[in-house]
């Protein structure tokens, strides 16, 4: 009993305890602090590589889609080279990937707006182009990718060719790579989707452009863009620039009936021809049988003619000007003067002077080292189109230039009579009629020409022919010059040249401009440098001005 008395009183007696603490409670404070501490330190760590990939992909979107970029040229062409052996498939697959990213918005795109200073700018059928640089047809046959095109920097952009009704062209293959001269040859021969696919294309072109600048998307729509009121020229859909679609026949049309060719040409002006700033009527492809026949004065003249006519009809207020494109190997003074003589009998608004030439470069041009299998390759039927064919477009150019400007077709020099009939060249002493009858000649063929030492055009030495023969050099010789019996025409009635073969930079570009085209196009070039071509030539175009100051 006592013990159990004391207990209690031992128990007040013994110091009260200290409170024990909760081990569980006090490891989950620390495993908390620690938690957050990683926590922070994984969202920092998130954040930064977050922002790097932002930064990253947001570099390389920039990188990407800017024409200036070098993987343009040195990646994906190579790769598309490599991919895809046949030329064909590659342009088919590159045609493809650009109409892809455009849709996605993430296309190459000339950036910086370099042309913006005005340093480049040409006036062409009263618009004012931002630049004098072009891309030939061939390029966008079906008008599949134009907006995008554009968007690569040209102020002018060439569709089609676009036949009346679908055809599938010549028998594959028919393009030939020659990589060691940058060049190709091909045979296409007008495939084409037809006049009424092209058109559709073209239509739902212009009202999804309507339909973004609020006008709707209906026809009442697509008529306000056609006729100005969004403020862009109607083919283009772009200030400054121009859009041109390409028109010829189909093959099974036989040139020899003109009038069924004329039918061809005025039925795809009539369906393509309210969506072009620019008609081009080619009559110089060499892979359709018969077609630069048509170049001859007479059936010219005739097709022309007919196509003015279907253009005045076109369903638009402001109707588009109208080039025929033309040969490089129709070169004769006659051809040349025969086609300069339909154009002013008829109203055309100018000439694009140059395609593809049935002729070649001699087998080893100077500066290259071409392979057996490319040398083999030259020897293949078709039209030849790359670097070696500058100097010739070049000389072409000069001539149509001068053509041109010396207007309509003169009649022969004034020849006074007497009173007994006989003429003032009768009364002229035999070497006197010579020169003054050589005199009259030359004038006509080339009025610009001063007087004295009259030096006729002569063909580039490189070219020789496998198919066609060069005409002969003509030689140089001293003459008198008889004074034109007409005014050069003024700037606004002077007909407009563009020119396409062989151009693949700067300096040739202001060799071309200067020889008195409007415009340099650019299509093998294109091919091969990839989307960053017409920047890079642009960007040459002012260094050299640069080296001339």
């Known amino acids: 009993m006592r013990a159990l008395r004391l207990r209690p009183a031992i128990a007040r007696s013994l110091p009260s305890p200290r409170p024990i603490r909760n081990p569980a409670r006090h490891a989950s404070t620390a495993s908390e602090t620690a938690i957050n501490t990683r926590s922070f330190a994984t969202r920092t760590k998130n954040l930064i590589y977050g922002t790097a990939l932002t930064v990253g992909l947001g570099f390389g979107y920039l990188y990407v889609t800017d024409t200036r970029a070098s993987i343009h040229e040195w990646l994906v062409v190579p790769a598309l080279r490599a991919i895809y052996p046949d030329g064909e498939d590659a342009h088919h697959a590159g045609t493809k990937i650009l109409r892809g990213l455009y849709d996605f918005g993430i296309h190459p795109r000339e950036r910086g707006n370099p042309d913006a200073a005005g340093d480049l700018e040409v006036e062409v059928f009263g618009h004012v182009l931002r630049n004098p640089i072009g891309t030939s047809a061939g390029i966008d046959k079906g008008a599949e990718v134009p907006t995008p095109l554009l968007a690569l920097g040209p102020a002018i952009v060439e569709v089609g060719a676009v036949t009346p009704y679908p055809q599938a062209g010549n028998p594959k293959p028919r393009v030939f790579r020659i990589p060691s001269q940058n060049a190709l040859v091909n045979r296409y021969g007008f495939n084409s989707e037809g006049a009424e696919v092209v058109a559709m294309r073209l239509r739902q072109r212009v009202r999804e452009f309507a339909y973004h600048m609020g006008l709707g ?219 003054k009858v050589a005199a009259a000649a030359v004038s006509l063929a080339v009025p610009d020409m001063p007087s004295g030492t009259a030096e006729l055009p002569s063909e580039p030495a490189e070219f020789s022919s496998n198919v066609d023969d060069l005409s002969a050099s003509a030689p140089t010789i001293s003459i008198k010059t008889i004074p034109d019996a007409a005014p050069a025409p003024s700037t606004a009635s002077r007909k407009v040249l563009f020119a396409t073969g062989g151009i693949t930079n700067g300096r040739q570009a202001r060799e071309i401009l200067d020889a008195g085209a409007s415009v340099a196009m650019v299509y093998t070039a294109l091919i091969y440098g990839g989307v960053g071509t017409i920047s890079k030539i642009k960007k040459e175009m002012r260094e050299e001005v640069t080296k001339g100051k």
């Open 217 to 435: 998307i209906d026809e009442d729509a697509e008529r306000a863009v056609l006729d100005g009121q969004a403020g862009v020229p109607p083919g283009s859909l772009t200030p400054g620039r121009l859009m041109a679609v390409q028109v010829t026949k189909n093959k099974g049309t036989s040139e020899n009936d003109i009038e069924a060719v004329i039918r061809d040409y005025a039925f795809c002006v009539q369906h393509v021809g309210k969506y072009a700033d620019i008609v081009v009527v080619n009559v110089s492809s060499p892979n359709t049988p018969g077609l630069r026949a048509l170049q001859n004065v007479e059936p010219l003249t005739k097709l022309l003619a007919g196509v003015v006519e279907a253009v005045e009809k076109v369903d638009r207020k402001v109707k588009p000007a109208i080039m025929v494109k033309v040969s490089p190997d129709e070169d004769s003074e006659e051809q040349v003067s025969g086609i300069c003589e339909a154009v002013w009998d008829t109203g055309v608004d100018g000439i694009i002077v140059g395609n593809t030439t049935k002729k070649r470069p001699d087998p080893i041009p100077k500066g290259y080292v071409i392979p057996a299998k490319e040398a083999n390759i030259l020897l293949e039927q078709g039209g030849y189109s790359g670097p070696q064919m500058f100097d010739r477009t070049l000389a072409l150019v000069k001539r149509y230039r001068s053509m041109l400007d010396h207007g309509p077709k003169l009649p022969p020099p004034p020849i006074s009579s007497d009173e007994s009939g006989s003429s003032l060249l009768s009364k002229l002493e035999p070497d006197e009629q010579t020169t």
